[in-house]
């Protein structure tokens, strides 16, 4: 499996941006997908979880009410829709599926990882 973020970029403090991660080389619709992220220094922490078919996402208390994950199997694409970003959420984003699709917010239970994708918000 092989996962590519895109859509990371530079917005200003109070804006919104999405990001996107698209799946090649497996069944995406039976993983559930996570993204992450991370800043220099510090160890990679949970931003959202989406359950396979998407009936059911998680979030981070810090982006609660702000961002929202969706997926669309069909185009094998999980989303992050970030809305009123803060400084504070200036990380590389990394979305990761976890093949036992059990709902996770921690690293190791996750399988593949994408590249990461830089989203920088200005003050």
């Known amino acids: 499996v092989q996962l590519q973020a895109s859509g990371g970029g530079l917005v200003q403090a109070g804006g919104s941006l999405s990001i996107s991660c698209t799946a090649s080389?497996?069944?995406?619709?039976?993983?559930?997908m996570g993204w992450f992220r991370q800043t220099a220094g510090k160890e990679r922490e949970f931003v959202s979880y989406?359950?396979?078919?998407?009936?059911?996402?998680y979030y981070a208390e810090s982006v609660k009410g702000r961002f929202t994950t969706s997926r669309d199997n069909a185009q094998n694409t999980v989303y992050l829709h970030m809305n009123r970003l803060k400084p504070e959420d200036t990380a590389v984003y990394y979305c990761?599926?976890?093949?036992?699709?059990?709902?996770?917010?921690?690293?190791?239970?996750?399988?593949?990882w994408g590249q990461g994708t830089l989203v920088t918000v200005s003050s």
């Open positions: 989406i359950t396979r078919m998407g009936g059911s996402a």
């Open positions: 990761a599926a976890n093949l036992d699709g059990i709902v996770s917010t921690r690293t190791p239970d996750f399988d593949y």
């Open positions: 080389g497996g069944i995406f619709s039976s993983y559930g």
